[in-house]
C-alpha cells in the first residue's frame, strides 16, 4: 500500500478558495497508475472529484468541479495537490485522495479500484 496524508482543510465562505494537499511517496509514479481526490458529504457516497495518471498527467474531473478544481502533482515536494476555487456549500464535505496501482479497468471515479487511502481532511463551505 502506498502511505498517503491529506492536510489543508477548513471552514470557509461561499466563493472563496481552497488548496488541499496529500503528502505521497517519492516513487509515485512508479507504484501507482493514478491518484486521485474523493468526497464525502454526511449521508452520501464517497464520490470521485479529480483523478491524475501518474505516467502522462492526464486529469479527470466531476462535472461538478470542472473550471472550478484543478489537481496536480508535485514530483519534487512530493504532493498532490486539490486547489479548490469558486466553492460552494455542496463541496462540503471530507476529502481523501487514493491511489492505485496496475492497469485501469473500471471509471476512473469508482473508488473499488483505489487500494490506498488517506485519513481525510474535512472542508467546511457556508454562506
Known amino acids: 500500500q502506498v502511505q498517503l496524508s491529506e492536510s489543508g482543510g477548513g471552514s470557509v465562505k461561499t466563493g472563496e478558495s481552497l488548496r488541499l494537499s496529500c503528502s505521497v511517496p517519492?516513487?509515485?509514479?512508479?507504484?501507482?497508475?493514478?491518484i486521485a481526490w474523493f468526497r464525502q458529504a454526511p449521508g452520501k457516497e464517497r464520490e470521485g472529484i479529480a483523478a491524475i495518471v501518474t505516467n502522462s498527467l492526464y486529469a479527470f474531473y466531476d462535472d461538478s468541479v470542472k473550471g472550478r478544481f484543478a489537481i496536480s502533482l508535485d514530483d519534487l515536494n512530493k504532493m498532490l495537490y486539490l486547489q479548490m476555487n469558486s466553492l460552494k456549500s455542496e463541496d462540503t464535505g471530507m476529502y481523501y485522495c487514493a491511489a492505485m496501482t496496475g492497469e485501469i479497468r473500471l471509471l476512473w471515479s469508482n473508488p473499488e479500484q483505489y487500494g490506498s487511502w488517506g485519513q481525510g481532511t474535512q472542508v467546511t463551505v457556508s454562506s
Open positions: 517519492r516513487d509515485i509514479r512508479r507504484t501507482s497508475t493514478m
